[in-house]
């Protein structure tokens, strides 16, 4: 699972305008910018995997989400996140693939929602849905 996550964290890392310490990631301590400018929040939630093959070398096929949320503070940048949330949908197309280390990720959906209030910072939220098959290693 830990490629699968790198590959579409890397993916977007390779696609966005954002600084990479503008853009918070689990387990890593991240404190919002102070300044009007955008940042960004990663998250990986993948699918418990089933079996798509018999045996210790066969594989198993998982799929899940990664959620994408851009923040600008409150009243502050709104068109620009929704530039962002729009180049975010376009480069997320159905069938698109990304590989880290071998292993490949493919792109089932994107959108992205019209955007709340939250902890005093407007937020658009999008969503990639992602399909991956991953080889079983054989246990010694």
Known sequence: MDNIRKALFQSFLDHTELDEDRIAVPNVNFEPPEDKNPWATLIFAPNTPSVATLGDKGADETDGFMRIELNVPQGCGT?????????????????RYFKYNKQCVMVTSCGFDGGAIVDNFFRIVCTVNWYAQIQRNLIT
Request: negative net charge; charged residues 30%.
């Open 79 to 95: 068109k620009e996140i929704e530039h962002q949330a729009e180049h975010i949908r376009s480069n997320y197309t159905a069938g």
